[in-house]
């Protein structure tokens, strides 16, 4: 499992929109969600995952807004789980904490780490910055027909959708690396998912 700690960015200046992020995560991730998304305090939220690419969708989601940092925490999670995700602890928890604090401090707000710390973890957000810088120089018009493609329109459906030309379409598409991005969400599934499993515990019960 996958604890994914996020804050909310200049909250103190900012309307707080925790309570909408967290709505529209247990909608779109709950089949995912190990315990129910929470605020665990102020204006940070965190979530429980099941798998890798549930956990960089969820990383994607959140850092387009720019109104998040986000921290992934790989480790092991104490069992039994708590009755919500505020009351359940474990090294992944204090990983995704200690990733949250650093990620605050970067350009692309996310950050990941392990506990005990293993190469692995900074490997992964090196490859994951490089996906966010991109995503960050993405035109509206880029983003546009990355949402309709995402939905499961072809690229001609989308120009149709958009009224723009399939020739224009395709110009929009490759100068928002859309190819690109798709071809890194798999391999990075996988790194996260193999970094997950090398924390997996000996017996389930770990108190």
């Not at 103190?12 to 305090?41: G, K, M, Q, W």
């Not at 996988?190 to 389930?204: C, G, K, Y």
């Amino acid at each position: 499992m996958i604890v994914v700690t996020a804050d909310q960015v200049d909250s103190r200046s900012t309307p707080d929109i925790a309570t909408d992020t967290l709505a529209s995560l247990n909608e779109t991730f709950a089949d995912h969600l190990v315990l129910a998304a929470d605020r665990t305090a102020g204006d940070e939220i965190q979530l429980l995952v099941d798998n890798g690419r549930a956990a960089i969708d969820i990383v994607l989601a959140l850092t387009r807004t720019g109104r998040w940092s986000v921290g992934l925490g790989f480790g092991l999670v104490r069992r039994p789980l708590g009755a919500s995700i505020r009351e359940s602890t474990g090294d992944a928890f204090v990983a995704a904490r200690s990733a949250v604090d650093r990620a605050k401090k970067k350009q692309t707000r996310f950050a990941a780490a392990s506990e005990p710390g293993r190469p692995g973890a900074r490997d992964f957000e090196s490859i994951v910055d490089l996906l966010l810088i991109l995503r960050a120089r993405r035109s509206d018009q880029g983003w546009e027909i990355h949402d309709l493609v995402t939905r499961g329109l072809s690229q001609a459906d989308a120009a149709t959708e958009i009224g723009i030309t399939p020739q224009s379409a395709s110009k929009r598409a490759r100068a928002a690396e859309l190819k690109a991005e798709d071809a890194a969400l798999a391999p990075l599934a996988r790194l996260a998912d193999a970094l997950d499993a090398s924390f997996t515990p000996a017996r389930e019960d770990l108190e």
